[in-house]
């Protein structure tokens, strides 16, 4: 399951267009109700036409609400820009998009909103135009850009059809074993007691599991979870979760806690970053400068320390030390916003390397080179982050990873040993520079995937031997090598069967119907009963799908749409034609006709049959046996 995060200027009908999506306002406050304008976070969801289902956080584009913003768009896997078409690109969607690209949120889809208040054509593709020069540089750059109407539902579905693009390119966020929910609501439900809901990262929760919150230190216990409303015993991460925790109240907690798992995550008042400031920052960033830092769902007032110069000039990149008023709940790798406390303005971002730093001494090239080898991270963690998103060649993931090569082998073998990464390779074989890797996630995600697409296949076609290799391609937008490789592994799993350029499931055998079988008889009867000169088409009786699954069996040879043979009348033709011309030489149509009593149009099916497979090769009006790199085969490859 992924989340999708809305974006753009006060007044373009995001949450307007969620509803016409989802069915559900998100606008869940009377006064955003009233006033017709989000001011807080709002959330819904919905199944995309591939049956995945989506959560939607909808946030407020007003800028005075950009904080509410900014506490729900941390943990999006994509973004939905929405820009009115009657106004195009305003003050409030360029900050979001500053604040996406800080986030390195890395895909999305533009929804064009209010269509039906534009009459122009030429007017909605300069805005269209617009959009798209505004993309450039940024990861959103050749995002989809889809034209609607939430009042007369204009675009909506090809809208979810590129949202369930978008997402086919979003992996998995992984399970480390150490939950976090960042808390972006607290409220009570009367019989219940304290529920909390955010988006869970690095790890699963339970029902019954203990928890703590956040820098608070309160300890509690899951009474129950809901994803989407509906009751569950297990959240894995990267969804959407609500939580009715007992043993704290909910005067207790506010926006910005983080519930985890007790034991492994400190609170801090120090961090170790390295801060991007925009290009478009008023002015630049000077030494001990106060800003108000956002992260997770958390808002901090803080003060910079600059390690590598007095001041940071706008679109400069460097390391600082982030010194906090109160203490929040952070991990190495998050990713935050920094905006100027009055103005308010977005002026940078970046990401967390030391959430517990020792003493980091000023312009001391000890100290970044420390930092800089922190942000390379351990050895297993870059290995993990270099094959996201896979397959991955080991050469490519050693490379990405920066590691040294032995270091990095060395940590490969452990990984796989834990069952982290899966080597794409047949059983008893050793890696190469070439040996594919994914992590397990992908790899089982794609497993799945690929089971289910032969479960449909089979019950659309029940009478084919089995899905088309090139098929399966196209749907797992996989490149060949990648999908041979995925299919030797599980084949080697047991789950699957490779037969040539078809692939099945294990144990699927396709049946005949007793009126299809009574079919084949009839047919096979017809064929024996003048086995060199078969009836014509329009006298077979059967149908095309089963004539087919006869010919991928092997029990009938089709030489061209209107010839069909028996396998052992095709093989005893084919073995004559070749006797014939080894004895008296080349051979024509009107030999092969009298050779075996039947008609020119049988004669002509067969040794243009037999020159296709460099059985023969024509000369003039006769044919010779062919004498390249094959002079004889199979007669049962044909069909």
């Excluded at 850009?145 to 992984?174: F, K, N, Y």
């Excluded at 003060?303 to 400069?316: K, W």
């Excluded at 001391?364 to 351990?378: C, M, V, Y």
């Amino acid at each position: 399951m992924f989340v999708i995060g809305t974006a753009g200027h006060v007044d373009h009908g995001k949450s307007t267009l969620v509803e016409a999506l989802t069915g559900i306002n998100p606008d869940r406050l009377i006064e955003e109700q009233e006033r017709e304008m989000t001011i807080d976070l709002g959330f819904a969801w919905l199944t995309l036409p591939s049956g995945r289902e989506v959560s939607i956080v909808d946030v407020p584009g007003h800028e005075r609400f950009i904080k509410n913003m900014l506490a729900g768009v941390g943990g999006i896997d994509a973004a939905l820009l929405v820009v009115a078409a009657d106004e195009g690109i305003m003050p409030q969607t360029r900050e979001h998009l500053d604040i996406l690209e800080l986030l390195e949120i890395p895909r999305g889809v533009v929804a064009i909103t209010k269509v039906d208040l534009v009459n122009d054509p030429e007017w909605l593709e300069l805005v269209m135009d617009e959009v798209r020069e505004r993309l450039q540089g940024t990861p959103l750059q050749g995002a989809p850009i889809v034209p609607v109407s939430a009042r007369t539902r204009q675009g909506l579905d090809t809208l979810a059809e590129a949202l369930d693009r978008v997402l086919d390119q979003a992996r998995l966020r992984p399970d480390h074993g150490r939950p976090r929910l960042p808390i972006d609501r607290v409220f009570t439900i009367a019989g219940f007691g304290t529920v909390v809901t955010g988006t869970l990262q690095d790890g699963s929760l339970q029902v019954g599991q203990e928890v703590e919150i956040l820098p608070r230190g309160l300890r509690g216990r899951i009474r129950g979870l809901q994803t989407h409303k509906r009751k569950v015993d297990t959240v894995p991460p990267g969804r959407r979760t609500a939580v009715n925790v007992a043993g704290i109240g909910v005067d207790e907690l506010e926006r910005g806690d983080v519930l985890t798992v007790p034991g492994w995550l400190q609170p801090t008042v120090r961090i170790a970053a390295r801060l991007r400031l925009l290009p478009g920052a008023p002015y630049p960033l000077r030494q001990d400068s106060a800003l108000d830092l956002f992260i997770g769902s958390a808002e901090r007032r803080i003060r910079v320390t600059l390690l590598e110069g007095e001041e940071l000039a706008p679109g400069a990149t460097g390391w600082v030390l982030l010194r906090l008023q109160k203490p929040v709940a952070a991990a190495r790798g998050d990713r935050f916003i920094v905006r100027w406390p009055s103005p308010g303005v977005t002026v940078g971002g970046g990401v967390v390397v030391d959430t517990h730093p020792g003493r980091l001494r000023r312009f001391h090239p000890a100290t970044i080179a420390a930092l800089e080898a922190l942000a390379r991270g351990r050895p297993d963690d870059l290995l993990y982050q270099a094959c996201q998103g896979g397959p991955r060649t080991v050469s490519a993931a050693i490379e990405a990873s920066g590691l040294p090569e032995a270091e990095a082998l060395a940590a490969l073998n452990s990984m796989q040993e834990q069952g982290r990464l899966v080597a794409l390779l047949p059983p008893g074989e050793g890696w190469t520079p070439s040996t594919l890797l994914l992590t397990q996630e992908e790899a089982e995600r794609l497993h799945r995937r690929i089971l289910h697409l032969l479960e449909d296949y089979h019950r659309r076609y029940p009478l084919r031997g089995g899905m088309p290799k090139e098929e399966l391609k196209s749907q797992l937008r996989l490149e060949a090598r990648a999908l041979n490789d995925l299919l030797s592994w599980a084949e080697a799993q047991g789950t699957l069967a490779v037969d040539g350029a078809v692939v099945r499931r294990a144990g699927f055998r396709r049946t005949f119907t007793p009126e299809q079988q009574a079919q084949v008889d009839r047919f096979e009867q017809l064929l024996r009963r003048n086995p060199y000169a078969p009836p014509p088409r329009p006298e077979w009786g059967i149908d095309p799908a089963v004539l087919d699954a006869l010919v991928e069996e092997g029990k009938v040879v089709r030489l061209n749409p209107e010839v069909v043979f028996l396998p052992e009348t095709y093989q005893e033709m084919v073995r004559r034609v070749l006797e014939e011309i080894d004895r008296t030489g080349p051979i024509t149509v009107a030999r092969v006709r009298d050779l075996f009593q039947t008609s020119r149009k049988f004669a002509l099916a067969l040794l243009e049959d037999m020159d296709r497979r460099k059985l023969t090769r024509r000369l003039g009006d006769e044919r010779v046996r062919y004498q390249g790199d094959r002079t004889a085969g199979d007669p049962q490859d044909s069909g």
